[in-house]
C-alpha cells in the first residue's frame, strides 16, 4: 500500500477526523470535509489508500444520519471494497456496522444480521473491545426490529460494561436507551423505565441534545404504550424544546407524531390534529415513508373519533398508499451467487447419495441377520440395529436440517458489494440506455427476488420442522389480515385476470382472535397463491368468515376438543380441484401436483410449480395457534372445474 508525504496524510486525517465530529450537528459541512479529504487521498502520490477508506467510511455515515441510507450503502460498499483491496482491516468494522445500519433502515433485516455477526466476527479476531460492543448493538437493534426482543435485551447487557469501561459516553447512552426501549417491549416495564432514566442522566452529560431528544421520546414510546400519557405528553414537550437550540428533521418528525398520540389519548384532539399535521408537513420534506404512514394512520383515526369521516377517508388513503410504498421498500432483495447455488446443488446430491448408501446398508444387514441360528440373539441385534439404525437417520434428518438452515444462512450471506450495488443501478441507468439496461437490471432483482422468497421459506419450514416456531399472540383482525393479503396479492390476480371476492360484511361480524398476525398473514397468503395458481385464468376465489360458539362436528379431529369460540375462515376458488386421495396430502413437504419438469418461474401461473412448501407450512403455524387446517373438493377434473374449499380454524383465545 502506498503513502503519500507524512504532511499530506496527516491533512487527510484531520478532515475526515473533523467530518467524522461535525456529523450529527453539520452535514453539509461534514460532507465538504470528506469529499476533500477522499479527493485529496486519490490525487496523492502515490494513492493514500487509507485515506480514502476512511473519507468513504465517513461519507457513508453522514449519509445514514441523513437518513439517505441508499447512499450509505454506497459510500459504504465502496470503502469495504477498498479496504478489503488494500488489505486494511481495522476500518472494516466501523464499515460494516455502517452496511448493517444501512441494510435495517432499508427493511433488509436477514441481511443486516448477517452483516453485523461478520463485524463481531472481526472485531474479536481484531481485540477490538469498543467494535465488538458496537457490533453487538447493532445485532440487539435487528433482533429488536425482528421482534425478537429478548433475544436484543441479552446482547445489549453484554456491550453495556464494555461501553462504561472504555468511557464511552455516547454509546454508553444510546445503549441505556436501546436496552429501555427492547425491554419495554420485552414487557420488562419496570426495569425498561429505569434503564430510560440512566439513558437520559448519561444523554445530559453529553455535548449535543441529539440522543437526549431520542432518549425522551423512547420514554414517551413506553408512557405511552403503558397507559401514562401525561407523562408521555411531558417528555414530548421537554424534547420540543430542545429542538428550539438544535435541529434534528428526522427526530423532530417523531416528536411531533408522538405529541399527536399523547394527545389523542388526552381527547385534546384540536392540537392531535395540529401537531399530527407538522409530522406530516415535515415528514414529505424529509420524505420519510414511514412517518407518514403513521402519521396519516394516526391522523384518521382522530378525524374518525370526530366523525368527520371525509377526512378520515382521505388521510386511510394516504395511510394505506404509503403503507404500498412500505411494502415495496421492504421487499429489496438480493443478487446471490451462481457458483454458491452450484456448490449447494452438489451439496444436496451428495446428501441424497448418502441417504441411499445407508438405506443400502441397513438392508444388507437386516437380510444378514435373518439367517441368525438363535431366534433370541436374532432378536436382540436386530433390536441393536435398529436402535443404531434410528439413531443414524436421525442424525441424518438433523444433518439435513442443518444442511438447510446453512444452505439458507449463506444464501443470505452477502455477495455485499453485488446486492449493494444492483439496488443502486437501476436509478442510475442513463436515459438513452434505460431501454437496454433497465430490463437486465430488473431481470437481476427479479431473480433476487424470487432466491429471497426460496430462503424465507425454507428457514420458516424449518422453524415449522423442529418446533421452533414462535407464535406471539396478540389481538388482531382477521378481516384486516386478509385485506391486506388481498392487496399484496392484487397484481397477481389483476394478471391472470381472476376475481379476488372478500367477504367484508362477513368479516365484520368476526370478533378479534388472539393470534400472531405476521405468521397468520403467511397462511392466508400461501392458501390464496395455492387457489391462484391452480385456478384457470378468468376463474374466481371467494373469501368469507364466521364464528362457532366451539368446535363443529365436521372439523377433522373434533373429538380432541377446543373449547372456546372458534373463527372459521374458508377460501374457495372455481379451479381444476384436488383428487380425494391427495386431500391430505397436498400438506406434506415438498409436494408438488405437477412434475418438476412443468416447474414455472412464476409463483402464481396457472399449475406453476414451486419448493412445495406453501401448504406445510401454513398447517404447521395455524396447529401453533391450536387450529385446524384441511382442504375439500368433489375431485381433480381440469374440464368441469369443480373446485376446492380450504378452511382455516382458529380459537379466539389461545
Not at 252 to 277: K, P, S, W
Amino acid at each position: 500500500m502506498g503513502v503519500p508525504t507524512n504532511s499530506l496524510h496527516n491533512q487527510i486525517l484531520e478532515l475526515n477526523a473533523e467530518a467524522w465530529r461535525l456529523t450529527s450537528r453539520d452535514r453539509a459541512r461534514a460532507m465538504e470535509l470528506a469529499l476533500e479529504a477522499r479527493q485529496l487521498a486519490q490525487t496523492s502520490v502515490p494513492p493514500d489508500m487509507l485515506g480514502i477508506v476512511e473519507s468513504l467510511r465517513t461519507l457513508g455515515r453522514v449519509k445514514l444520519y441523513a437518513g439517505e441510507f441508499d447512499q450509505a450503502l454506497k459510500y459504504s460498499l465502496e470503502g469495504l471494497v477498498e479496504a478489503e483491496s488494500a488489505e486494511l482491516e481495522a476500518p472494516q468494522a466501523m464499515l460494516l456496522n455502517t452496511i448493517s445500519s444501512s441494510y435495517r433502515m432499508l427493511g433488509n433485516l436477514p441481511e443486516a444480521l448477517q452483516i453485523g455477526l461478520r463485524q463481531v466476527a472481526l472485531c474479536k479476531r481484531l481485540h477490538d473491545e469498543r467494535g465488538y460492543a458496537r457490533a453487538l448493538t447493532a445485532i440487539a437493534i435487528v433482533y429488536g426490529d425482528m421482534g425478537e426482543h429478548a433475544d436484543g435485551v441479552v446482547q445489549l447487557e453484554k456491550c453495556l460494561p464494555i461501553f462504561r469501561e472504555v468511557k464511552d459516553d455516547y454509546w454508553t447512552a444510546m445503549t441505556l436507551n436501546n436496552l429501555a426501549f427492547l425491554s419495554h417491549k420485552a414487557g420488562q416495564t419496570a426495569y425498561a423505565i429505569q434503564r430510560g432514566q440512566e439513558a437520559l442522566e448519561a444523554a445530559q452529560l453529553l455535548e449535543g441534545r441529539r440522543v437526549e431528544m431520542v432518549t425522551r421520546n423512547s420514554l414517551a414510546e413506553m408512557f405511552l404504550d403503558g397507559g401514562e400519557s401525561e407523562k408521555a405528553l411531558q417528555e414530548v414537550q421537554a424534547a420540543l424544546r430542545l429542538t428550539e437550540a438544535e435541529h434534528h428533521p428526522d427526530l423532530e418528525v417523531e416528536i411531533y407524531y408522538l405529541q399527536g398520540l399523547a394527545f389523542t389519548h388526552l381527547a385534546r384532539m384540536d392540537e392531535a390534529i395540529l401537531a399530527l399535521e407538522k409530522a406530516i408537513a415535515l415528514a414529505e420534506r424529509l420524505n420519510a415513508t414511514r412517518s407518514l404512514y403513521l402519521a396519516h394512520k394516526a391522523l384518521s383515526d382522530v378525524y374518525k373519533t370526530q366523525s368527520r369521516f371525509e377526512l378520515a377517508l382521505a388521510h386511510f388513503d394516504c395511510f394505506h398508499t404509503y403503507e404500498r410504498a412500505l411494502f415495496a421498500e421492504e421487499n429489496q432483495k438480493k443478487l446471490r451467487n451462481l457458483e454458491v447455488m452450484h456448490k449447494t446443488q452438489e451439496a444436496i446430491r451428495e446428501a441424497e447419495r448418502y441417504a441411499v448408501q445407508l438405506h443400502a446398508e441397513q438392508e444388507h444387514r437386516r437380510l444378514l441377520e435373518t439367517f441368525n441360528e438363535q431366534l433370541e440373539q436374532e432378536v436382540s441385534r436386530q433390536t441393536e440395529d435398529l436402535r443404531r439404525a434410528y439413531e443414524k437417520l436421525e442424525r441424518l434428518d438433523k444433518t439435513k436440517s442443518d444442511f438447510i438452515s446453512v444452505t439458507a444462512h449463506e444464501l443470505r450471506t452477502p455477495v455485499t458489494v453485488i446486492s449493494g450495488f444492483s439496488q443502486m443501478l437501476k436509478n442510475s441507468v442513463p436515459a438513452d440506455l434505460q431501454p437496454t439496461l433497465k430490463p437486465m437490471v430488473e431481470g437481476i432483482r427479479n431473480g433476487a427476488d424470487r432466491i429471497n422468497d426460496v430462503v424465507k421459506t425454507m428457514l420458516l419450514m424449518l422453524k415449522v420442522d423442529t418446533h421452533a416456531l414462535n407464535v406471539l399472540p396478540e389481538p388482531i383482525n382477521l378481516g384486516s389480515v386478509l385485506s391486506e393479503c388481498a392487496i399484496n396479492l392484487y397484481t397477481d390476480v389483476q394478471q391472470r385476470k381472476q376475481k379476488l371476492a372478500l367477504d367484508y360484511a362477513g368479516m365484520n361480524t368476526l370478533p378479534e382472535i388472539q393470534g400472531d398476525r405476521d405468521v397468520l398473514a403467511v397462511v392466508f397468503s400461501n392458501i390464496i397463491v395455492n387457489a391462484i395458481k391452480y385456478t384457470p385464468d378468468g376463474g374466481q376465489i371467494t373469501i368469507k368468515g364466521v364464528v362457532h360458539p366451539t368446535l363443529p362436528a365436521r372439523v377433522p379431529r373434533a373429538e380432541e376438543g377446543i373449547r372456546v369460540p372458534v373463527v372459521e375462515i374458508t377460501i374457495q376458488d372455481t379451479g381444476i380441484g384436488i383428487a380425494p386421495e391427495n386431500l391430505e396430502v397436498i400438506f406434506e413437504k415438498f409436494y408438488r401436483g405437477e412434475s418438476a419438469m412443468l416447474h414455472s418461474s412464476g409463483k402464481t401461473s396457472f399449475k406453476g410449480g414451486g419448493p412445495g412448501l406453501g401448504l406445510a407450512i401454513a398447517r404447521g403455524i395455524v396447529e401453533a395457534h391450536h387450529g385446524r387446517l384441511w382442504a375439500e373438493s368433489a375431485g381433480y377434473d381440469e374440464v368441469g372445474l369443480p373446485g376446492s374449499v380450504f378452511h382455516v380454524l382458529l380459537p379466539v383465545r389461545q
